[in-house]
């Protein structure tokens, strides 16, 4: 795509998000949007740089700026009938991928003793009923929030992300769902795209280091198992008196993902922002 | 939670910022793609801000009072045979909401000083 056509689609969408809007407020952002476009086209023409890259460059800003512009519109009132709202505040901006997070995380984390209790009493039997409905609920949809996390995670701290980077967690993230549809080993698409969120966030000074090595824990342990199995590395039965803290070590190794879940949206909730530092102390740049 | 008047997000504080910058460069007027180039180097950022997210805060400051807006001379576009553009300006509550941003953040920056050790 070049970048006349990227600038093609973000006209088309100013065209439908001031749907309704009176002439002048509509033509006032249409103008101010050509406006950028073009300053963004002459530059890139001075620079040298490849058409190719302005079109990726026009086309991510197009759609990391898709929640604004809605919220926009929605401020602008229907009809053209101004109907002012007070704006989200910094923290409303932090909440949605902290309540996801939180609430993804909590499921994974209750699925496994769901599954345990619902196993010891059955008796070890799947009888169907309400304890399993819900273990199945809490491990299909956890997978499914925490995928939901994770990409609004990208979009809220769309500064810090490369563009190709966002578009790979967020497809990423959507292919995951998957598993709960109709192809299970999709699941393994979500722990590699959080992970590279948590690092990309934990670089820019976003979120805590020690929550990005939490996040990646389980699933570097998960993969050591798969190329130890690779390897022909065998786990026998003669480990004795170990097995069983060997057992609960790996459990809790397998836990600090949901837990690092938890632990990243209240501290998402807590700080309010994963926006990298503002220099704001340091003045003007 | 709703926002309280005056509040600013990072991308307001940093647009004010660099309202501020270029003011100080002798550039007292600037358009909205100046200062998206001059938010993402204060932002340390890998790509300019986002059409709605940067004219939807500067719509939130100018509604605000933190910045005043004009449009140019239709017939400077026309000359130059580019858009019309809008000229934004810093306006003195902007500067003080920047000054109060910037005393809120080193506030909360001294009250969470284990979180900064921690990272």
Not at chain 1, 162 to 177: E, K, R
Not at chain 1, 266 to 285: E, F, K, M, N, Y
Request: overall charge positive; aromatic content about 8%.
């Amino acid at each position: 795509m070049n970048a006349e056509r990227s600038a093609t689609w973000v006209r088309r969408w100013v065209s439908v998000y001031t749907l309704g809007l009176p002439p002048e407020t509509k033509q006032r952002r249409r103008d101010e949007i050509d406006d950028d476009l073009w300053c963004q086209a002459q530059e890139t023409a001075e620079s040298g740089r490849a058409d190719r890259s302005l079109a990726g460059e026009i086309l991510a800003r197009l759609v990391f700026g898709v929640p604004a512009d809605v919220s926009w519109r929605i401020e602008q009132g229907r009809f053209g009938k101004p109907r002012p709202r007070p704006e989200r505040s910094l923290a409303m901006h932090a909440r949605l991928p902290a309540v996801l997070a939180l609430v993804g995380g909590a499921m994974w984390t209750i699925w496994p003793i769901g599954e345990a209790a619902t196993h010891a009493l059955s008796g070890g039997e799947w009888h169907g009923g309400l304890g399993p409905m819900l273990v199945l609920v809490s491990l299909l949809g956890g997978a499914v929030v925490l995928a939901l996390a994770t990409i609004s995670l990208v979009v809220v701290a769309q500064d810090v992300f490369p563009g190709l980077m966002a578009a790979l967690v967020i497809l990423g993230a959507l292919f995951s769902t998957l598993a709960v549809v109709a192809f299970p080993p999709a699941i393994v698409a979500l722990p590699i795209t959080s992970i590279l969120v948590m690092w990309q966030l934990s670089r820019a000074g976003a979120l805590p280091t020690w929550a990005f090595w939490m996040h990646g824990a389980a699933p570097v342990f998960l993969l050591a198992i798969f190329l130890a199995g690779l390897a022909g590395v065998r786990v026998g039965d003669d480990f004795g008196a170990a097995t069983l803290p060997l057992i609960l070590l790996a459990v809790g190794v397998l836990y600090l993902y949901p837990l690092s879940w938890l632990a990243i949206g209240w501290s998402l909730l807590r700080h309010r922002t994963i926006a990298p530092d503002l220099a704001v102390g340091a003045g003007a740049a | 939670m709703r926002r309280k008047a005056g509040f600013l997000i990072p991308i307001e504080v940093a647009i004010l910022e660099a309202a501020v910058a270029l003011r100080k460069a002798g550039q007292s007027e600037v358009h909205g793609y100046e200062l998206a180039k001059v938010v993402q180097g204060i932002r340390d950022a890998t790509r300019l801000t986002a059409y709605g997210t940067l004219y939807k805060a500067l719509s939130r400051l100018e509604r605000e009072g933190f910045l005043a807006s004009r449009w140019e001379d239709p017939s400077l576009a026309a000359t130059d045979s580019r858009p019309r553009r809008r000229f934004y300006r810093l306006t003195v509550e902007g500067e003080r909401a920047l000054a109060d941003a910037r005393a809120a953040e080193r506030e909360t920056t001294a009250q969470r000083p284990a979180a900064a050790a921690v990272r």
